[in-house]
């Protein structure tokens, strides 16, 4: 099957408003996820919210298989957590990192998760490394090999950055990992609903990613999968009674999957929406997805590169959705601002969530058009003739 770009954009009430660009950022909502959502609120409003929620107990139990049937993994490794930071964080900090432990991430790394290795390393002397990036701009898997000695606790990346198309080499990461059974941590935001991710094939400990963003999920959703070999190492830093069990007056018991990293209160109807999102990503196909959205942005970065001024970004061997690039002389934030006032959605991305990558590189700003399969060739020639306008 491929794609059938007039049914997608029917079913996506946004794509007749506006020239959505910003997929990476957060995706336009199908109408199913829509009405799952407003109804299940509907529900809560009529009849209480524990009462709707043991009524839609089907819908609320769904996004756990959906989401195992996506990467691969069993129902029980996957807790929903209210965004892929918070999921990242509760894996993150469930490492005991002792003195001289060593996390080995990557260049592309994103901000919040290099705040997290910072603090950690100042808490427990554990040390923070990067592995340099290869002749294609993505995590070299070689310089990985060379690094490995029994020190190293954790392997850490981000599989497709937030400032670029760059996809990581996550499979061949993970196959290092394996071999020297360290715990790998995959920060998957922005690549799961996008491109096909397994967890089996990735060798991964953990991952975590997001659902409003190539998903096309609720805003403050996400999950975290953990695979179950590894579970009983992981001592969740915040527990509750939905992660634990207070068996007797000194004693609790914490939970024997990976709900021991979730909380008991959360947005029922969010949740039931991103079970939504995941089985409508599934009817789709993944394969149809990346084939498209790649199609796509390949298009885009081929009507880019001959409009004077501007300066595709995009690394790696393997290239995503997510298309980005500046224009000589004029700052990103101004070049977003005149897109958006042609309706026109894209996100300016800055030193701060990727520092390690944009101060190599030398770069200070950039325009990130992100595209999705229900985006339109004609979306992507108009957005290259109003840009062309504005560089002018
Ligand atoms: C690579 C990466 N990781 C994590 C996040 C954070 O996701 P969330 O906002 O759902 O916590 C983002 C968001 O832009 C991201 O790009």
Excluded at 50 to 60: C, L, N, P
Excluded at 103 to 130: D, F, H, P, R, W
């Amino acid at each position: 099957m491929t794609i059938d770009l007039n049914r997608a954009r029917r079913e996506t009430p946004g794509s007749e408003h506006v020239l959505h660009f910003n997929n990476a950022g957060s995706a336009l909502m199908p109408q199913p996820v829509l009405d799952a959502q407003i109804d299940h609120l509907q529900l809560e409003a009529r009849i209480g919210g524990y009462e709707s929620a043991a009524r839609a107990r089907d819908g609320v139990e769904r996004v756990y298989g959906a989401a195992a049937e996506l990467i691969g993994a069993k129902t029980d490794e996957i807790a929903i957590i209210e965004n892929a930071t918070r999921a990242w964080d509760m894996a993150f900090y469930s490492i005991p990192f002792e003195p001289g432990d060593r996390i080995l991430t990557a260049m592309a790394e994103y901000g919040s998760n290099y705040i997290a290795y910072l603090q950690i390393a100042c808490k427990t002397g554990a040390v923070v490394e990067v592995i340099p990036n290869d002749e294609h701009g993505q995590t070299s898997v070689d310089a990985l090999k060379e690094m490995i000695d029994e020190r190293v606790k954790l392997i850490s990346i981000t599989h497709v950055p937030t400032n670029g198309g760059l996809v990581n080499p996550a499979n061949a990461i993970g196959k290092v990992a394996r071999e020297a059974g360290i715990l790998y941590l995959v920060d998957a935001c922005q690549s799961v609903g996008q491109l096909p991710v397994n967890v089996d094939k990735m060798g991964c400990d953990m991952l975590s990613t997001t659902g409003r963003k190539y998903l096309r999920g609720p805003r403050g959703t996400g999950f975290l999968y953990v695979r179950e070999e590894v579970l009983e190492r992981l001592e969740p830093p915040f527990l509750d009674m939905r992660a634990a069990t207070w068996v007797d007056k000194g004693h609790y018991e914490i939970v024997g999957n990976a709900k021991r990293f979730e909380n008991w209160e959360t947005n029922y109807a969010a949740k039931i929406g991103l079970g939504v999102a995941i089985d409508y990503a599934l009817e789709w196909g993944i394969e149809n997805i990346w084939e498209r959205v790649q199609s796509l942005s390949e298009r885009l970065r081929g009507e880019l590169s001959s409009i004077p001024g501007v300066t595709l970004r995009d690394l790696g061997e393997v290239r995503c959705g997510i298309v980005t690039f500046d224009v000589a002389g004029r700052d990103v934030a101004e070049i977003k601002a005149a897109l958006e006032g042609q309706n026109i959605n894209v996100t300016a991305s800055r030193p701060p969530s990727t520092r390690l990558d944009m101060e190599a590189r030398g770069i200070a700003g950039l325009v990130r058009a992100s595209v999705h399969y229900y985006n339109s060739e004609d979306e992507v020639s108009r957005f290259c003739e109003v840009l062309e306008g504005i560089v002018a």
